[in-house]
């Protein structure tokens, strides 16, 4: 049993995870036993994006460890983006091709840490953006620090993949604009933050808009801040979406369960 801050979870919600890196070497040790924790918190299944060619391995080991549960992504996350992306995005549409995969990610922009290399970045989350209409699955995107940027982009394009607009830190402006878009609102820790800033979000975004996710290992709710983020956790969101919009956590569970299996046709 896992006990959330309300003690222990005795009903019967069950939530998707829709952005887990649970192949991360920081749950090398003891990922049987978070596995279990989160099948205990009610976590019904787990989505692992993808981040370049060195995590593919070990995500994939893990959808053959848990089949139906934990279940993988293909795509290369802008941080990855470099002078050579090519020859990474070759090998995201290599796979793409011998096998399905329920979306292509994390793929997007990030203005946080490389500024320089934006031009790159763009053109590969474009291309990327097709290979996902060619497969016809959704994209999960990851901006940081360039939420108007990537929302310009995909209001740019003729045919624009939807999705799942991941970690969203934005404002209610913002939200709008990526629900115009058919995107869904991806909600982790950051909501439970003191400082996060996501409050008018959650109040004046409908439910029916957003996703739960931890983007474990990082990210992890309070009270768990700082520390290493995981699955089981996601109950913690969920209690904050629940506690602002003054609505049951079943709730909360049921609709972002049903806005995930509908993004993720699956
Ligand atoms: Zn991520």
Not at 178 to 201: M, R, S, W
Request: charged share 25%.
């Amino acid at each position: 049993m896992w006990y959330g801050k309300k003690g222990p979870m005795v009903d019967n919600n069950q939530f998707v995870e829709t952005h887990a890196h649970i192949y991360s070497s920081k749950f090398k040790e003891d990922i049987a036993d978070v596995i279990e924790r989160s099948q205990e918190a009610g976590v019904s299944k787990i989505y692992m994006p993808n981040v370049d060619h060195e995590s593919i391995d070990g995500m994939l080991e893990l959808e053959n460890k848990y089949p139906e549960y934990c279940i993988p992504m293909m795509g290369l996350h802008p941080c990855s983006v470099k002078k050579d992306f090519e020859k990474e995005l070759y090998i995201v549409e290599d796979w793409l091709s011998k096998r399905p995969f329920v979306a292509v990610g994390e793929i997007g922009t990030d203005l946080y840490w490389d500024k320089s290399l934006f031009e790159l970045q763009k053109e590969a989350f474009i291309i990327q953006c097709n290979l996902a209409n060619q497969n016809d699955i959704p994209v999960i995107i990851h901006c940081r620090e360039s939420i108007d940027e990537t929302i310009e982009i995909l209001e740019g394009m003729a045919n624009a993949p939807k999705g799942i607009f991941h970690c969203f830190t934005g404002d209610v402006e913002q939200a709008k604009r990526i629900i115009a878009l058919g995107h869904k609102i991806g909600i982790g820790g950051v909501a439970t933050f003191k400082n996060g800033g996501l409050d008018p979000v959650l109040l004046e975004i409908d439910l029916e808009n957003m996703v739960l996710e931890t983007d474990c290992p990082y990210l992890a709710p309070t009270p768990y801040r700082g520390k290493r983020n995981e699955p089981a956790f996601i109950e913690l969101v969920a209690q904050k979406i629940s506690d602002l919009k003054n609505i049951p956590v079943s709730e909360v569970a049921q609709s972002t369960t049903n806005s995930a299996l509908q993004i993720f046709k699956s």
